[in-house]
């Protein structure tokens, strides 16, 4: 059974900056893209950083710059390390598993498996 836990949100000013963890287990991390998404209370869920099992990356252009994805495949992990973080950054935090295609990694319905996410809270 594949979990995917978050950690690391929270309540934080403007210009701020925090490290979000996903722990997964249940099935080999490594062959595995993971990537970070968010929603905002009335708002879709949007991509916002990924990162293939070759260490590629991939960010929304809202995170580039602030933003980055890391793994540790050995800790079966992922981090997004948020800097200069912004009161629009508020939103759940979710991180989640694709077996698809590094093409997709952009999609929320390619991810087979999602964390119950992570609140964070920029205030201005």
């Known amino acids: 059974q594949v979990q995917l836990v978050e950690s690391g949100g929270g309540l934080v000013q403007a210009g701020d900056s925090l490290r979000l963890s996903c722990a997964a287990s249940g099935r080999t991390f490594s062959i595995y893209h993971m990537a970070w998404f968010r929603q905002a209370p009335g708002k879709e869920r949007e991509f916002v950083a990924a990162i293939s099992r070759t260490i590629n990356t991939n960010y929304a252009d809202s995170a580039k710059g602030r933003f980055t994805i890391s793994r540790d495949n050995a800790k079966n992990t992922v981090y997004l390390q948020m800097n200069s973080l912004k009161p629009e950054d508020t939103a759940v935090y979710y991180c989640?598993?694709?077996?698809?295609?590094?093409?997709?990694?952009?999609?929320?319905?390619?991810?087979?498996?999602w964390g119950q996410g992570t609140q964070v809270t920029v205030s201005s």
């Open positions: 989640a598993q694709s077996s698809g295609p590094w093409a997709s990694a952009l999609q929320y319905s390619r991810y087979d498996y």
